[in-house]
């Protein structure tokens, strides 16, 4: 009998352990729900994926968003580590499957911590630094 209240006792105490190491892995929420309108998620991207164009996304990628979104997008820039909130990772199968339109407007509008880049930086070339972080995915 002792010893069956004894394994109970393991068994919840190793749940309770468990469960307090997942929400450390969790300190760094990710955002609440960010849906863009529909009509904007639509918007089709008028840069086109060429080299030129690319290579220019990464160049404003590099120097705009890399403080918090990394280098790969994996959300590890320097910046990431001090926000409440994760900065997301640009390489799943789920944000690649995003629009442009989607992204085009969340770069543009921002949300607190990310800042708005409607003024920072012209429209095309937000649209170029989209079609940049769409070659960001797992390869
Ligand atoms: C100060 C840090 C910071 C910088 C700089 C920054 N971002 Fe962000 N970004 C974030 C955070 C944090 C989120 C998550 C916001 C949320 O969920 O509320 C985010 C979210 C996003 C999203 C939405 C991701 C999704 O899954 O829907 C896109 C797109 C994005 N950022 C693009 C950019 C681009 C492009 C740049 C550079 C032009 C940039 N960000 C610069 C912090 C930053």
Sequence with gaps: MKSKIKSVLTVTLVAAA????????QAQAKGKPWPAPESAAKVKNPQASNAENLAEGKTLYMKHCKSCHGAKGKGDGPKSANLDVSSGDFTTVEFQKKSDGELYWKTTEGRDPMPSFKKKITDDERWKIIAFMKTLGEK
């Excluded at 468990?18 to 892995?25: D, E, H």
Aim: net charge neutral; hydrophobic share 50%; with cysteine.
């Design 18 to 25: 468990c469960s307090f190491a997942t929400v450390s892995a």
